[in-house]
């Protein structure tokens, strides 16, 4: 089974520019989160889809959204991008099908947001 | 505000010994706790899940559980080189996942 993929990879954007980051999860998983990593703050919640509706949301400025299309794949975008938006952002899908593995997250390889 | 608390570390261990990483919660609601390896410039990738207390063993790798105490641990048993990354420790109750900032870990040969 594949696992989630993330595009780009890799991203370099100006202060002031918006970006559009894309997720697809695993095959049959309906379940959506995303990450940003910085070294000092570490893992922060950012936003999970289920359904096409967001479920819960972090802490983060209304400039980060997201969304989530009908085959389960999702979209964040940042406008207004700021130096301290260079981070590395990070997908995660579970299947939420039953059963304890249904808390079992699986993170993409993410994407490296650098903002000059 | 649900905390997740490890040390920064590095643990330093020598090949072939035992690696213990620990790991306390705030929420005593949780009820699922992960724990991730991430290595330099990858994503995260799970490596155990246990959702009640006690020792859950997966190859070389033991989780531990106690709830009372607020506490996850996870034993590495004859530690390679190849173990050599951040462990992270991830926790969920009612609440989306919390990350604990990891626990960098070194074998050395």
């Known amino acids: 089974k594949a696992g989630v993929t993330q595009t780009p990879r890799y991203l370099i954007k100006t202060r002031g520019q918006q970006v559009t980051l894309s997720c697809s999860p695993i095959s049959g998983h309906r379940s959506v989160s995303w990450y940003q990593q910085t070294p000092g703050q570490g893992l922060q919640f950012l936003f999970e889809y289920f359904s096409e509706t967001q479920r819960n949301k972090g802490n983060f400025p209304g400039r980060f959204s997201g969304r989530q299309f009908s085959n389960s794949r999702s979209e964040m975008n940042v406008s207004t991008l700021e130096l301290g938006d260079s981070a590395l952002y990070l997908c995660?899908?579970?299947?939420?099908?039953?059963?304890?593995?249904?808390?079992?997250?699986?993170f993409g390889p993410g994407t490296r947001l650098t903002v000059t | 505000q649900k905390e997740v608390e490890q040390n920064s570390g590095p643990l330093s261990v020598p090949e072939g010994a035992i690696a213990s990483l620990n790991c306390t919660y705030s929420d005593r609601g949780s009820q699922s706790f992960f724990w991730y390896r991430q290595y330099s410039g990858k994503s995260p990738e799970l490596i155990m899940s246990?959702?009640?207390?006690g020792d859950k063993e997966d190859g070389r790798f033991t989780a531990q559980l106690n709830k009372a105490s607020q506490y996850v641990s996870l034993l590495i048993r004859d530690s390679q080189p190849s173990d050599s990354a951040t462990y992270l420790c991830?926790?969920?109750?009612?609440?989306?996942?919390?990350f604990g900032k990891g626990t960098r870990l070194s074998v050395i040969a």
């Open positions: 991830a926790v969920r109750g009612n609440t989306p996942l919390v």
């Open positions: 246990i959702y009640s207390n």
């Open positions: 995660a899908s579970r299947g939420l099908a039953g059963g304890t593995s249904s808390y079992e997250q699986y």
